[in-house]
């Protein structure tokens, strides 16, 4: 049976499946072109990222494909139900990349709190001539010790966020509308663990205590943090999304960062990704990775195993 992986997997997830007898291929097909190519070489198996779309009409139109693999956590790019109502196996990897968006997040994080996006942009300008400058300009940073991380949506990814927390230092507050209460284990270098429990409290809390928001929601139909949510924040805080665009008004978010109501924040996502506006990739006091939250050498060999081995067990 053959594998096409039209946005690419781990070569650990291509020796998994090849080992078990299939054939794979990492030939990038544009997204017109895919149903024919589909169908002109027998695919049984179709994984994608965030780039290929996999709607109905190309659903209907295979009928040679038994699976459907999303490479990651959402899989708002695939017509899930409609595709599950045809028979077909639909699969992700929610697990295998938590860790890498959590240690993402905590770069942008710690990055702010210290104004290193900015220095970093400015010590190769000026750090010759106007050293003092900077120096004055970014000795005013915080630490994360003893602040407290809201994160709104506590699932595996805002778990794993929550755990690097700890590990800082941090208090942690969440809100979940499916989840009463977490245990998250902390596992250290020498076998030690650490339990702990987070109960989880209402959205309007976690946005009254938070000195630093990060968000790990599904995409959505409607802002998750728009005007109303950023009138009820602290004063100075520091948010992060790096889980889809859309779960915050980029215009309302500026807007917060204008009036101080937001001191620093990252986005790892967009609203018109690939294509983020001009006043955001502009903005002195964003921190911008372009969608790379899971992207680690570690994540994504996690995740071309976990396909493999869902795909084997699934096809025998």
Known sequence: MKVLANDGVSQSGINALEAAGYEVITTTVAQEQLQN?????????LLVRSATTVRKDLIDNCPSLKIIGRGGVGMD??????????????????????????ELVFGHFFGLARYLHNSNRDMPLEGDSKFKNLKKAYAKGTELKGKTLGVLGFGRIGQATAKVAIGAGMKVVAFDPYLEKADLQLDFFDGQKVNFEIKTISKEEVLKQADFLTLHVPAQKDYVIDEAEFKQMKDGVIIANAARGGVVNEIALVKAIESGKVARAALDVF??????EIQLLMNPALSLTPHTGAATNEAQDRIGVELAEQIITILG
């Open 77 to 102: 790019n695939i017509d899930v139900d409609y595709a599950r109502s045809k028979g077909l196996s639909v699969i992700n990897t929610p697990a295998a990349s938590s860790h890498s968006v959590a």
């Open 37 to 45: 190519y589909i169908n002109d070489n027998d695919i049984a198996v």
């Open 271 to 276: 609203e018109k990704e690939p294509q983020p």
